[in-house]
């Protein structure tokens, strides 16, 4: 075992040169957890996707902000909830958008469904062929979403699992997208 997904990818990019922020939505205070770890099940509460945009718009108001930072290189990730957030971020802002650990598909809830981005934002998807936290209403693959988009394409990972930070398959793919 290792760090959790999301910190691996924050190692992973900042051992690649990149500058990571990344907003801890589970620090705010009376906030909703979507996911249960133990039993894989999954919520879907409408004002935690609220506060993960909210998180996404302050952190690129602030990333704007710092003189630091090439304004021209600016990337959204998200992984699990995080890849559903960047799913349905549709501010722009953002020379790409990496989605990993989601499915882009809800089939009940027309507004969890699908991806946001501005049609010109290159996207990437990083999914396995089955992933044991989707099933049901929320089983599918991100492919269909983006048709559309000019710059999009989803990577389906073998075999079974959530955990995309580990395959040097998907790492690859992030760090070519960013580069390009």
């Not at 021209?72 to 989605?99: K, P």
């Amino acid at each position: 075992a290792g760090p959790f997904p999301y910190e691996r990818w924050a190692d992973v990019l900042a051992a690649a040169g990149y500058a990571v922020v990344m907003p801890d939505s589970f620090a705010r205070q009376y906030r909703p957890s979507n996911c249960d770890p133990e039993t894989h099940r999954i919520g879907f509460f409408p004002q935690a996707f609220e506060m993960r945009d909210e998180e996404i718009r302050y952190a690129l108001q602030r990333l704007r902000e710092l003189p630091w930072v090439d304004q021209r290189n600016l990337f959204l990730m998200g992984y699990s909830e995080g890849g559903l957030a960047v799913a349905l971020w549709r501010g722009g802002g953002f020379n790409a958008q990496i989605i990993t650990a989601w499915t882009c598909t809800h089939r009940f809830n027309s507004g969890l469904n699908g991806v946001r981005a501005p049609l010109a934002t290159p996207l990437l998807a990083i999914n396995h062929q089955q992933d044991p936290w989707y099933s049901g209403a929320t089983a599918g693959s991100c492919s269909a979403k983006l048709a559309g988009y000019k710059n999009a394409r989803e990577l389906i990972l073998p075999g079974a699992g959530h955990d995309t930070a580990y395959n040097a398959q998907a790492v690859e793919a992030v760090l070519h997208l960013l580069r390009e």
